[in-house]
């Protein structure tokens, strides 16, 4: 690489969310960096860490056998601070004290606009990579994290599928994803849920309690008696699972049990999917600090690796896979009726 700038030392930091992956992530960073001999650095806790100089000194034998692990090794943490243009002048006066060359930050949107914001007050290079379950940053096929999730959330919707069948119950599961539904929609259709209460379809015509209960009252008039399994992204009803599956039994009389996974989501071993993808995207950030590059995001597109301005990633927006609505919409509601289009 004869165009790679004359670099000796960066860092790294986990901000926002944790998501399964960031050690992978970091293991790669860290691994990258060694062997372009560069030195590490690592900020404990993110902004709030680099804002309190709470760091340490990362080697290949730190990192070499996290990427197993979830969480992160050098913690994570959100800080309202830091949008403020006092602090990201401490965490700019911070790093040059420590003679960082470039800053790579894991993390989501937030994340990625507290590194914008200190883009305009730091003159050494910030490279992103996209770490959150939610898979909401424009630029990248995925984002890591977003695998595991998905997965985490099909394995608990199979085990309430069974005890809903048992019980003929209507199951309520609410999932992580209260801008983006893409976990609702991947995990819904995974487990073959009846119904998904995503933020995109709630903008145009939000559901109401008629409307959800005609159509269980269908589905059992099609299928009979039996069990009905809805997936609810966060915030997308007033007092989320526990109030829906409330009303439904107390004004309908429909036995519904409400499960929340939460933060459950975001723990467990990485998929391989989320290990491999960290690794590509942490070697890249470092590769993207040495051609000069800065204020971007480390991506995936089609297999191919890009580079995106930070500002893209949350000003855009990524849809929905239309494919997969039409299909759990359309031709697995099983109150629709087919027609033969061939």
């Not at 006092?86 to 960082?100: M, S, T, Y």
């Not at 007050?121 to 096929?141: A, H």
């Not at 048992?166 to 893409?182: K, L, P």
């Amino acid at each position: 690489m004869s165009e790679q700038k004359q670099l000796t030392r960066i860092a790294v930091l986990t901000s926002g969310g944790d998501a399964p992956g960031m050690n992978a992530a970091l293991r790669a960073v860290v691994l990258a960096a060694e062997h372009y001999e560069l030195q590490v650095i690592g900020f404990k806790h993110g902004y709030q860490g680099l804002l309190e100089n709470d760091f340490l000194p990362l080697c290949a034998a730190d990192v070499q056998h996290i990427l197993q692990y979830s969480g992160t090794i050098i913690k994570s943490a959100r800080c309202a601070r830091f949008k403020e243009v006092e602090a990201a002048q401490q965490a700019a006066a911070i790093l040059d004290q420590h003679g960082i060359d470039g800053l790579v930050v894991i993390g989501g949107d937030g994340s990625f606009r507290g590194a914008e914001h200190l883009a305009n007050y730091w003159s050494g290079q910030i490279i992103g990579v996209p770490g959150t379950i939610d898979n909401d940053l424009y630029g990248t096929d995925v984002t890591i994290g977003f695998t595991t999730a998905v997965a985490i959330a099909m394995d608990a919707l199979d085990k309430i599928r069974d005890t809903a069948d048992a019980m003929d119950r209507v199951f309520i599961v609410e999932v992580m994803g209260r801008h983006a539904g893409f976990i609702g929609l991947n995990s819904g259709v995974a487990a073959g849920a009846e119904r998904m209460i995503l933020p995109e379809l709630q903008k145009d015509k939000p559901l109401t309690i008629a409307a959800i209960v005609k159509h269980i009252e269908r589905v059992k008039q099609v299928r009979g008696d039996g069990s009905y399994v809805m997936v609810l992204s966060e915030h997308q009803w007033p007092g989320g699972a526990v109030a829906l599956a409330e009303q439904l039994e107390a004004q309908h009389g429909l036995p519904c049990r409400p499960c929340l996974l939460g933060h459950i989501q975001r723990g467990g071993s990485p998929a391989p999917a989320d290990r491999i993808i960290a690794s590509e995207l942490g070697v890249h950030a470092v590769e993207l600090i040495l051609q000069g590059q800065t204020r971007v995001m480390a991506g995936l597109q089609a297999n191919q690796l890009v580079a995106i301005p930070l500002p893209e990633t949350w000003q855009k927006k990524n849809p929905l896979n239309a494919n997969l609505l039409r299909i759990s919409q359309d031709i697995f509601n099983p109150v629709k009726k087919r027609q033969n289009t061939l």
